[in-house]
């Protein structure tokens, strides 16, 4: 196996592009740097570094919603995903609150991308998987406590084989909160 790169590697804007699990069931990492190219592998195991996956890997097949780390952790519900677009519930917000008395904007941003991953799973093809290669978020109000669960309502603006675009848009007591733009790249598993 190669040697693993840092955080601070992975922080610094590299090129990563998952490929398909190979036949022994190392799934390749491909890292780039400006102006050369490295290669790295790595075990499913070791896919949690970082944010680079939006969809998680399980023996070569994606796990459910409900089965998700992080769906877990943070209480997430999948409200709705269809091909009209995705929507994914935080009820409870009490635990994400940050310094200012507010709901953490990495969490907010973790539920706009949740829901925009759920808008384009019933557009994927069977055997095929995804990563976020750029998101960008604007916040407008901040989340509160006692004004109820935080709703993220996600639809595909640009659909493609290799990559799609989603606008997600969440709210809190119908008030909208924050946008982000979040852009896909398609993978084969």
């Known amino acids: 196996m190669g040697k693993k790169p840092t955080h601070e590697e992975l922080e610094a804007g590299l ?20 102006g050369m190219g490295e290669r790295e592998f790595f075990d499913q195991e070791d896919l949690a570094i970082g944010n680079a996956m939006a969809a998680v890997i399980k023996e070569g097949v994606m796990i459910t919603f409900d089965e998700t780390p992080i769906n877990k952790f943070l209480g997430l519900q999948l409200i709705q995903s269809d091909p009209s677009g995705g929507q994914v519930l935080l009820p409870d917000c009490e635990n994400f609150i940050q310094e200012g008395g507010v709901v953490h904007g990495g969490v907010l941003s973790t539920l706009a ?77």
């Open 113 to 189: 991308d949740t829901a925009a991953v759920y808008a384009i799973l019933p557009h994927l093809e069977k055997g095929k998987s995804m990563t976020s290669i750029e998101f960008k978020m604007n916040f407008f109000r901040p989340g509160r406590t006692g004004k109820g669960g935080l709703l993220a309502v996600s639809k595909i603006i640009k659909g493609g084989r290799s990559v799609n675009v989603c606008e997600s848009t969440i709210f809190q007591d119908d008030v909208e909160l924050a946008k982000g733009t979040f852009t896909y790249l398609t993978l084969n598993l």
């Open 15 to 34: 090129e990563c592009i998952l490929q398909s699990p190979q036949d022994d069931g190392v799934v390749e990492l491909i890292v780039r740097r400006p």
